[in-house]
C-alpha cells in the first residue's frame, strides 16, 4: 500500500487545477516569445547595492513615492507587492471569509482571480461576458451581489483585448457601495492610458486598482506590482502583506525605471508597440486562415484563425511560440499573439502566409 501523504492536502487545494503561465507551458523552447505579452526588448540595469545582509524596508520608501508620482496620488495610497498577482491575493486573504464570501470573475478573462479565490476556499460566481463585444452583464451582476466582497475586472481585458467603458465602471462603483470593491486590474494600462481608473480613488472608497511592473515597464523578471486604493484600504492590505514582499535589487531595479528618463522611453516602446498591432492587424487581414481578429488595446491580439490547431503546432515547430486560447470560455479556436518586435511580427506573417498557400480550400477558407 502507498501511503500518499499529499491526502493530508486541503481538498480544495488536492483538487485545484494550477495556473497554466505560459512559461509553465512553453517551458524555453522556441526563439520567438509571443505567449506571455512580455516586452520583446530590455535594458541593462545597475545595481546600487552589493551587499545584502540586510533585511529590506517592507514597503520601501522611494519605490513607493516613485509610483505615487508617476499616477499622481499619494503613497499612502500605494502597496508594492510581488507582481500584480499578489495584490490579487491579498485582497482575497484581507477581505473574503472561506466557504461564506465570494468574488466575482467574468470570464473570458485573467484566470488568476479565479485560482487564488479557489486556494482560499472562497467561492467564484462566474459572470461571462457577452460573447464578441466582452462587454460586462452588468445586471447579471447585480443579481448576484449576495456575499460578494470583489468583483475583479480586467481593463484592458486579458485575452480579449477590449476596454470596459468607463459609464459601466462607474455603474459597477455605484451600486457595490459600501457592499463590494470593485478590483480593477490595469495590468495593460500603459498601452491605453487614457482608460484608467486612478482618477476616481477620490471618489470611490470601493476602488481598488492593480499594477505591474512586468508588461509596459519591461520588467516582468523581477516580480513587481502595485496595489492602489485609498489609504484606509492599503493599511487593511498592509497588515496581511509579508514581511518583506520587495528584494533589495527589486526595489532598485523598479525605482531606476521610475525615474522620468525611464518613464520616457517606456511610452516610446508602448508607442513602437501600438504601431507593431496595427502592423500585425493590417498583415493579418489579408492572410486567408485568419477567421477574426479582435480589436485590442493592448500589447497583445486575439485571433481566431481556421485551422488554429495546425497553426499553433506549425508555428511552435519553427520556433514562434502563441498563447492557445482555445479551451477558454467563448473562445473557440482563437489563439492570442503578444505583439513583438517589428522583425518578430513579421516572422510570424510570413510562416502564417506559407500555411495559408498550402492548406488554401482546406476546412472552410478561400483565397482573399
Ligand atoms: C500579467 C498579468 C498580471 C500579472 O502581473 P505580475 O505583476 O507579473 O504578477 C496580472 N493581471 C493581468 C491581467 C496580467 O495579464
Sequence with gaps: MTDDITKLARMN???????????????????????ANESPVSFQFKLKKKIFNRYPECQPRYLISSYAD??????????ATRGADEGIELLIKAFCKPKKDAIIYCPPTYDMYKISAKIFDVIVKEIPTFQNTWKLDLLNIQSNLNQVKLIYICNPNNPTGNIISKQDLIFLLEITKNKSLIVIDEAYIEFSPKDSMVSYLKKYSNLVILRTMSKAFALAGIRCGFTLAQKNIIKILNKVISPYP??????DIATQSLNINFIKLMESRVLDLNNNRIWLINKLKNISCVEKIFVSHANYLLVKFFMFEEIFKMLWDKGIILRNQNKKKNLEKCLRITIGTRLECS????????????NISKRGFNEK
Design 70 to 79: 508617476y499616477v499622481g496620488i499619494f503613497p499612502n495610497q500605494v502597496l
Design 13 to 35: 487545494i488536492q483538487e485545484l487545477q494550477p495556473y497554466q503561465s505560459a512559461r509553465r507551458i512553453g517551458g524555453e523552447h522556441g526563439d520567438i516569445w509571443l505567449n
Design 347 to 358: 516572422r510570424l506573417i510570413e510562416e502564417l502566409k506559407i500555411f495559408s498557400k498550402n
Design 246 to 251: 520587495i528584494s533589495v535589487p527589486v526595489s
